[in-house]
């Protein structure tokens, strides 16, 4: 692949190395890949801010043929939705200012963190003609929409609606990572009966997320240290790890560890930061569950030991999220040989997936004694856990590797330079 001939691009994203969680973690694997490719990467990102007291990182890095310059922008906690907001603003305008001033004739690939990262794209699109593609990790406003943090239908969703088509008109591809996220996206851009639909539908190409299956391969559980000190090697260990977002039913997981609290051979461990971690610190100590363990996020390096403790990895998604996001940390407990809890619609992409494929179990939201049931069938039949990771782990080497998503990516980018 060296010998292909070199050319730049640009990623813009909140989040990148060596914030590796979320979002950041996803690209910086990509942009790794990528560069395989023979593509001169710079990606314009901020400072680190999911993490509470985050160290500040130099302005300018060089890690594994991608160079990382970081913008100015304010740094308060991520958990407060004002500062999360001013945070998210004050990057928008310096990365834009820094593409305006050094990359204005450079190919672009802007990601969904913030949001509105596509309006930049728009006006030097406008501006100078540079091409941009947009990768929705998030549908807006819908998911904000359902999460009551706009009015649905109000102004702001109807501006940031019209923002979308202006945006997705002008962009040369638009990714999505389900065919959910698909009708989402030209829904969100108010494209759908439009003269403009047929074109945005057929430059919007589905691309999978990926697990890196360079690092995160199945273990034993027998083999992790922290494991043996929990001591939770002859316990069902029943893991949710990664972001505890608004949009996470954590709840429902919260309800199945409170009733399942009885079963001394099982325990829950709740691993990562967000919006709702407060819920899990709080539901664990006011109703005395010794059955829920928690803790941050663990460094990418320890990632693999981290999920060889699970037995079940749990999915919480809220009724609508699949139309306008899509979970990595699926990707993460499949990579690691472990079957999938998902706490779903049934009827959404991944559900099916999931049951089609055999790869582990699906409940509805709030279904506690569903959940109950498959629980009590694993601590009685164990093999069957080992049978649905076996088949997880299968099919994502067949279907969701980090080179089968990358070189996707690099046809459209090399296609649209």
């Not at 919007?204 to 494991?227: F, G, M, N, Q, Y």
């Amino acid at each position: 692949m060296s010998t292909k001939k070199q050319f730049d691009l640009r990623i813009v994203s909140q989040p990148f190395y060596p914030e590796m969680v979320s979002s950041g973690q996803a690209l910086t694997e990509l942009a790794e890949e990528l560069t395989t490719y023979g593509l001169k990467i710079k990606v314009i990102a901020a400072q680190p801010t999911i993490l509470e007291n985050s160290e500040v990182v130099p302005k300018r890095i060089d890690y594994k043929g991608i160079h990382i310059v970081r913008t100015w922008s304010t740094r308060f906690p991520k958990l407060s939705f004002i500062g999360k907001f001013i945070n998210l603003v004050t990057f928008f305008i310096t990365a834009s200012i820094d593409i305006l001033i050094n990359d204005r004739k450079v190919p672009l690939l802007l990601v969904t963190n913030p949001p509105y990262m596509a309006m930049i794209g728009w006006f030097n699109n406008l501006l100078n003609g540079t091409k941009y593609g947009v990768l929705l990790f998030d549908i807006m406003p819908e998911q904000a929409e359902l999460l009551n943090m706009v009015k649905p239908g109000g102004a702001i969703a109807r501006i940031w609606r019209w923002i979308n088509k202006l945006c997705y008109i002008r962009a040369s591809y638009a990714v999505v990572l389900s065919k959910d996220m698909f009708e989402g996206a030209i829904s969100n851009a108010n494209l759908s009966g439009t003269k403009f639909e047929k074109e945005c539908r057929l430059k919007t190409h589905i691309i999978h997320v990926w697990s890196d299956d360079r690092v995160i391969k199945p273990k034993s559980k027998s083999e992790v240290k922290l494991a043996k000190d929990l001591d939770v090697l002859d316990k069902l260990v029943i893991q949710y790890s990664g972001n505890h977002g608004r949009f996470h039913d954590i709840e429902s997981v919260l309800d199945i560890a409170n009733a399942f609290s009885g079963e001394p051979r099982a325990v829950f461990q709740f691993i990562g930061e967000g919006y709702k971690k407060k819920y899990v610190v709080d539901f664990k100590s006011e109703n005395h569950l010794d059955n829920i363990y928690t803790s941050t996020y663990v460094p990418k390096e320890q990632l693999q030991d981290s999920l060889a403790m699970a037995d079940i990895g749990v999915i919480a998604q809220l009724p609508q999220q699949e139309k306008v996001c899509y979970p990595s940390k699926l990707l993460g407990i499949m990579s690691s040989g472990r079957p999938v809890l998902a706490i779903c619609s049934p009827k959404s992409d991944m559900a099916r997936m999931i049951v089609e494929n055999d790869l582990g179990f699906v409940i509805e939201n709030g279904d506690t004694q569903s959940a109950l049931k498959v629980l009590n069938s694993c601590l009685d039949h164990p093999e069957i856990l080992k049978s649905k990771g076996t088949n997880a782990f299968n099919y994502l080497n067949k279907n969701f590797t980090l080179k089968s998503a990358s070189e996707k990516y690099f046809s459209l980018i090399n296609q649209y330079r």
